[in-house]
Nanobody, 121 residues
Framework: QVQLVESGGGLVQAGGSLRLSCAAS????????MGWFRQAPGKQRELVAH???????NYADSVKGRFTISRDNAKNTVYLQMNSLKPEDTAVYYC???????????????WGQGTQVTVSS
C-alpha cells in the first residue's frame, strides 16, 4: 500500500557531497516524522537525522554541521544533503517514515530499500 523509494547514493571522494532523496507513495493519509538511518558492514543500524512534520530536526553527533535533513510535504519526500563526506560515512542509508494510511487512525513505520553511499579516501 505504501512505498518509500530512495535515490541519490553513489561513490564520492572524501570531502565531496551527495544528496539523498526518499519519496513516499501509495495510500497515504498523512506523514508524521521522517528520518534517515545508516548501517555500515558489521555494525548496527543507527539514526543519522530525523525531522518532524513541523520541521524540527535532530542529528547524530557524528554528522552535525555536515548533513542537513529537509522535507517537502507536498511531494511526500525527505532529503538528506551530505557535505564534507568522510570514509566513515560509508554505509547503506535507509529512509524511514511514520505514516497514517487512508481509512486508518493508526501510524505505521515504513522503510525504504536502502541506497549505498561509499566515500573513498
Amino acid at each position: 500500500q505504501v512505498q518509500l523509494v530512495e535515490s541519490g547514493g553513489g561513490l564520492v571522494q572524501a570531502g565531496g557531497s551527495l544528496r539523498l532523496s526518499c519519496a513516499a507513495s501509495g495510500s497515504i493519509r498523512s506523514i508524521n516524522a521522517m528520518g534517515w538511518f545508516r548501517q555500515a558492514p558489521g555494525k548496527q543500524r543507527e539514526l543519522v537525522a530525523h525531522i518532524t512534520s513541523g520541521g524540527s530536526t535532530n542529528y547524530a553527533d557524528s554528522v552535525k554541521g555536515r548533513f542537513t535533513i529537509s522535507r517537502d510535504n507536498a511531494k511526500n519526500t525527505v532529503y538528506l544533503q551530505m557535505n564534507s563526506l568522510k570514509p566513515e560515512d560509508t554505509a547503506v542509508y535507509y529512509c524511514n517514515a511514520r505514516i497514517i494510511v487512508r481509512d486508518s487512525l493508526y501510524e505505521y513505520i515504513y522503510w525504504g530499500q536502502g541506497t549505498q553511499v561509499t566515500v573513498s579516501s
